[in-house]
């Protein structure tokens, strides 16, 4: 069977510090991958989808940025953070074309930027 | 691009029935996505609807009209544990099979 696993659950870090956020997937192959973030009271925002190695597409122009260096690995990066980056980022896989196949979400990473 | 819209909170009764609806705009439809998330946790997968009409799993069936770009979640025999945020999600077409999620609907069943 397919897991996602996704860490930290829980950080805090200062503004201007860096940023990196690990997911991997298991037991699939070539996934679709998405990084999105839900801020406190607010929807999920896509940030990032990959459909391969390499292959990242950005939604939102900020200073995060995502890379997929393993089929299975999707990490969410910045330089510096700031105080609008805290929210609770969560990653996702779905079966690529897949009929009517759902994102599977990681059980996310709740960022306080302070 | 895509636009969709849900009620923002919803009271319903403890064994009562409630709909939560969902309207959507979007430029390439390939299924819409109705996902259950408890506070503080991450969303889990409910129910998925490509063709019109009512699918149903157990107390949870969801409703799709393409023409009209409407769909509803209907709950029933409604618990305690199913508080939670309803959200609907719109998946589009094309290789990219990009997700776009409403701002959800807080539902509190009260006893």
């Known amino acids: 069977s397919q897991t996602i696993h996704q860490w930290p659950a829980t950080l805090v870090q200062p503004v201007g510090s860096p940023l990196s956020l690990e997911c991997t997937v298991e037991?699939?192959?070539?996934?679709?991958l998405y990084w999105y973030r839900q801020a406190a009271g607010r929807g999920l925002q896509l940030l990032f989808y990959?459909?391969?190695?390499?292959?990242i597409s950005s939604e939102v122009p900020q200073n995060l940025s995502a890379s997929r260096p393993q089929d299975r690995q999707f990490i969410l990066s910045s330089k510096k953070l700031l105080l609008s980056d805290s929210g609770f980022y969560l990653c996702a896989w779905s079966v690529p074309g897949g009929y009517n196949s759902p994102l599977h979400f990681g059980n996310g990473t709740r960022l306080t930027v302070t | 691009g895509q636009n969709i819209d849900q009620p923002t909170e919803m009271t319903a009764t403890e064994g009562a029935i409630v709909q939560i609806n969902c309207t959507y705009q979007?430029?390439?439809?390939?299924?819409l996505f109705w996902y259950q998330q408890h506070a503080g946790e991450a969303p889990t997968f409910l129910s998925y609807?490509?063709?019109?009409g009512l699918e149903e799993k157990g107390r949870f069936s969801s409703f799709l009209s393409r023409s009209k770009g409407y769909s509803y979640l209907l709950l029933k025999e409604l618990q305690m544990k199913d508080s939670a945020s309803y959200l609907c999600?719109?998946?589009?077409?094309?290789?990219?099979?990009?997700?776009?999620f409403g701002t959800g609907t807080k539902l509190q069943v009260i006893p």
């Open positions: 037991g699939t192959s070539n996934p679709n």
């Open positions: 999600a719109v998946k589009n077409s094309g290789g990219y099979q990009k997700v776009t």
């Open positions: 990959s459909v391969g190695i390499g292959q």
């Open positions: 609807n490509v063709l019109d």
């Open positions: 979007t430029s390439g439809f390939n299924g």
